[in-house]
């Protein structure tokens, strides 16, 4: 397990809670695992979770998958999902290592 926000855990109810989980959600194919391979470290994953959902603003949703579910999703507004767009493509266009 990684330090930080990567962590997770498993309540009485069978619930599991994530705590950082969207730092890495790509996994192997990831920002962070490119990070890691850069550093010459190994990073573990856990496996894919199915069907899992969200609680926001008291409702229940389908948890978007990767970069195009998040900006799929209705529960960002619009605005939200264009200054996410921004972001996604400020970080494709970030050196990690500068």
């Given at each position: ?18 705590y ?57 507004s ?21």
């Amino acid at each position: 397990m990684i330090g930080g926000r990567a962590h997770s855990y498993t309540d009485e109810e069978g619930y599991v809670w994530e705590y950082g989980a969207h730092s890495h959600r790509l996994a192997h194919m990831g920002i962070a695992n490119d990070v890691f391979k850069r550093l010459g470290e190994k990073i573990d994953c856990l496996p894919e979770a199915k069907d899992v959902k969200l609680i926001f603003k008291g409702r229940l949703w389908e948890r978007p998958e990767g970069s195009l579910g998040f900006l799929q999703t209705h529960m960002l507004s619009f605005r939200a999902r264009l200054a996410l767009l921004a972001l996604l493509i400020k970080i494709k266009k970030a050196d990690p290592i500068a």
